[in-house]
C-alpha cells in the first residue's frame, strides 16, 4: 500500500541551528502534504498545509519564517525549524494526499530534541 | 473552526472485552471522520474512516457509527487484544478531496490479558 518516508525518525541539535526534515510520498504522487506537531500525551496540531509547486499555508500562530516549508516535487516536501531553541522541542509528523478519494498517509514522525 | 471532543482520555478494558470510544464535532460542514491508531514513537495509522452518507461501517472487529444529527461518531472495538493497546484519534474534515483533518484530544485504550 502507499507509504509516506519521514527522514530523520530523531534528531538532537544545538540551539540556534537550523534542522532540516524530509517528508517522501514513495509509490504515490502527493500534491497536498501536511506538517502537524505533537507535544507528548496531546493531540495532532496542524502546522501548514504544503502544496506542490507553490507557497505553503501556515496555521494561525505558526511563523512561517521559523517552519520553513518547501515542497519542490510532487513526492518530497520538507520542513526546516530555523534557529531552533528547546521550546521547538517535539514530534513532528507529515501526512501526504494522494489522488482521488485515497486517504491520507502519515510518516512515522520525527522527534526533534534542541538542547 | 472545526472543535472535536473525544472521550474518555483512557480506558482500560480485559482481553476479549469491547472498547467504544466516542467524539464528537461542532461543524456541521464536516463529512469525512476517519479514525487513527498511534503507537509509541510512531505515526498515526488510518485504521477506518466513514463519510457522511454512511451511518455504520464495520471492518472485522472494528466498526465506526456516525450521527449527523448530534454530530457525534464512535469507534467500536470488539473482541480486544493486547496488540490493540495504543493511543486513537478521531478526526473529522470538511473536505474530503482536501483532508484538512482537525483531531480530536485521543483515547489512550490499555487491554490487559
Known amino acids: 500500500g502507499a507509504v509516506v518516508s519521514q527522514h530523520p525518525s530523531w534528531v538532537i541539535c544545538k540551539s540556534g541551528t537550523s534542522v532540516k526534515i524530509e517528508c517522501r510520498s514513495l509509490d504515490f504522487q502527493a500534491t497536498t502534504m501536511f506538517w502537524y506537531r505533537q507535544f507528548p500525551k496531546q493531540s495532532l496540531m496542524l502546522m501548514a498545509t504544503?502544496?506542490?509547486?507553490?507557497?505553503?499555508?501556515?496555521e494561525q500562530g505558526v511563523e512561517k519564517d521559523k517552519f520553513l516549508i518547501n515542497h519542490a516535487s510532487l513526492t518530497l516536501s520538507t520542513l526546516t525549524v530555523t534557529s531552533a531553541h528547546p521550546e521547538d522541542s517535539s514530534f513532528y509528523i507529515c501526512?501526504?494526499?494522494?489522488?482521488?478519494?485515497?486517504?491520507?498517509?502519515f510518516g512515522n514522525g520525527t522527534r526533534l530534541t534542541v538542547t | 473552526g472545526e472543535n472535536v471532543e473525544q472521550h474518555p482520555s483512557t480506558l482500560s478494558v480485559q482481553e476479549g472485552d469491547s472498547a467504544v470510544i466516542k467524539c464528537t464535532y461542532s461543524?456541521?460542514?464536516?463529512?469525512?471522520f476517519p479514525w487513527y491508531k498511534q503507537e509509541l514513537g510512531k505515526g498515526p495509522q488510518l485504521i477506518i474512516d466513514i463519510r457522511s452518507n454512511v451511518g455504520e461501517k464495520k471492518d472485522q472487529r472494528i466498526a465506526v457509527t456516525l450521527n449527523k444529527t448530534a454530530k457525534h461518531f464512535s469507534l467500536h472495538i470488539t473482541e480486544t487484544q493486547p496488540e490493540d493497546s495504543a493511543v486513537y484519534f478521531c478526526?473529522?474534515?470538511?473536505?474530503?478531496?482536501?483532508?484538512?483533518?482537525?483531531f480530536g484530544t485521543g483515547t489512550r485504550l490499555l487491554v490487559s490479558p
Open positions: 501526512s501526504a494526499l494522494g489522488q482521488g478519494d485515497s486517504p491520507l498517509h
Open positions: 478526526a473529522a474534515s470538511e473536505d474530503t478531496g482536501f483532508q484538512k483533518l482537525v
Open positions: 461543524d456541521s460542514a464536516s463529512n469525512y
Open positions: 504544503s502544496n506542490e509547486g507553490s507557497k505553503a499555508t501556515y
